[in-house]
């Protein structure tokens, strides 16, 4: 839940949507678990699922519909326009509309929030600790808001290789280390019965500090890794190509509102929202991915097809491979499918064979490094798809910014732009017919569910 509102803090709209559906998701699995509810019906939608699950608790006390809270994270997230009262907003809401769209997932993620409050204070409760029982009852009050410290919001900034050892940050480091010592303290007693402002703060410094942490330490391996290949302008450079293109998506899909330049800043708005994760070793930085593919398949459509576009954008509730067929791109099926699999939490997820069929479509790397270098490749991939799309668009457009844009950024002229895609494509249509093997997670039969539901007091 911090994670999701510190992307809300960062303006990362689509790092938000994901982060606050996985929570949703993984939290609506442990409300199944734990009170032995049947497993998701053959024909039952995951929307209906959920809400059967959350109803355990009763949804009028709830105050809210789960179910109907991932289908609209859902919609955000395919690049689609919801309702919150009498607004209609998106994924690039800015400005109040940006404001009323964190607040509405703001009260969505509430909901799991209390099934992890809940766990704690059970757990808690069979360990004989009562003072946990006022602190997770506790609820926030504050007569005013409170200026936001500037060690925050330095620490909001991308854990790239600079920041990671910025002096600066020594001092959050230390308030990190302190507010861990706090928290973990094993005296029950120092539990308080409200939530202190400072204790807010020090949980928002705490995982930052720990985003930069991590960040350095996965540093530190990849250099023990490949010695001397190791170079942090490797790093500084790439981070700068995908500004610019994430930049330039903005500028061209402003230029093309009409013909899928919404779905071009859609894509930026994901690629900025991707990098960003994966500087943090983050898996959801894949579903960022996943978004920018499909934003980038949907742009490309429009411009290649633009009736048999707008046929397709009149019914959501086909699938996204459409798209991808529409635009040329069907040979990336299962660069598609393995994105899939790390977009939604379930117990049909196959991340490992994902991450497998990942490692193998990376070929940059050599077979040593290749796994480490799985997502970064992803990422880069879908990151030169969205970037061909804009270079294509600015050949007609402002054929000097496109020269500009190919000699600077992407460092490729037309035909070798054109030959990295065609690569790119014909490499994971050769590996279409993987197989991303069995589930990761063990699935209980319903009739094991029944049973112990049946046996509950």
Not at 24 to 51: C, M, P, Y
Not at 99 to 107: D, F, G, H, Q, S
Not at 137 to 146: E, F, H, V
Not at 288 to 310: C, M, N, S, W, Y
Request: net charge negative; charged share 25%; hydrophobic share 45%.
């Amino acid at each position: 839940m911090v994670d999701v509102l510190i992307k809300m803090r960062q303006g990362l709209n689509v790092a938000v949507v994901v982060s606050a559906r996985a929570f949703l998701e993984r939290w609506t699995f442990n409300v199944a678990s734990s009170h032995s509810i049947r497993w998701k019906q053959a024909g039952e939608s995951d929307a209906d699922f959920i809400s059967r699950v959350w109803g355990h608790y009763g949804l009028t006390a709830l105050g809210r519909d789960p179910g109907r809270d991932w289908a609209f994270l859902s919609e955000l997230q395919h690049g689609r326009e919801v309702s919150i009262g009498k607004r209609s907003v998106d994924l690039q809401a800015t400005g109040a509309a940006q404001v009323a769209l964190y607040a509405e997932i703001a009260r969505i993620i509430e909901i799991p929030m209390r099934q992890v409050r809940g766990g704690i204070r059970e757990h808690a409760a069979n360990a004989g600790i009562d003072a946990f029982d006022l602190a997770l009852s506790a609820q926030l009050r504050l007569s005013s808001t409170p200026k936001e410290p500037a060690e925050l919001r330095r620490l909001l900034s991308p854990p790239d290789l600079v920041s990671m050892h910025d002096a600066e940050l020594e001092r959050s480091r230390t308030e990190a280390w302190g507010y861990r010592e706090h928290s973990s303290h094993a005296d029950p007693d120092i539990v308080v019965d409200r939530v202190a402002h400072n204790d807010i703060l020090g949980s928002f410094i705490e995982r930052l500090s720990r985003r930069f942490e991590n960040a350095a330490a996965a540093a530190a391996q990849e250099q023990a890794m490949v010695g001397d290949r190791f170079d942090y302008g490797h790093l500084a450079a790439r981070l700068f190509r995908y500004l610019a293109i994430a930049g330039m998506a903005e500028v061209v899909g402003l230029e093309c509102a009409n013909s899928g330049g919404d779905n071009l800043r859609f894509a930026g708005n994901a690629l900025t929202s991707a990098w960003n994760y994966w500087l943090e070793d983050n898996d959801l930085s894949l579903a960022g991915v996943r978004v920018l593919a499909e934003q980038t398949a949907i742009a490309r459509a429009h411009r290649l097809k633009p009736d048999k576009a707008a046929r397709l954008a009149a019914r959501p509730d086909l699938p996204a491979s459409r798209w991808f067929e529409l635009a040329g791109w069907a040979r990336l099926s299962v660069f598609i499918r393995v994105l899939g699999e790390f977009s939604h939490f379930g117990l049909a997820m196959r991340r490992d064979g994902a991450r497998e069929t990942l490692t193998t479509l990376n070929i940059e790397d050599d077979e040593t490094e290749a796994p480490f270098g799985a997502r970064r490749e992803a990422l880069d991939q879908a990151a030169y798809m969205l970037a061909h799309e804009i270079a294509t668009r600015l050949d007609e457009l402002a054929p000097d910014l496109s020269r500009v844009f190919r000699d600077r950024v992407t460092l490729l002229d037309h035909g070798e732009h054109e030959a990295r895609l065609t690569d790119w494509l014909n490499l994971a249509l050769a590996h279409r017919a993987t197989d991303l093997g069995a589930p990761d997670v063990k699935r209980p039969s319903n009739e094991v569910a029944a049973h112990l539901r049946d046996a509950a007091p």
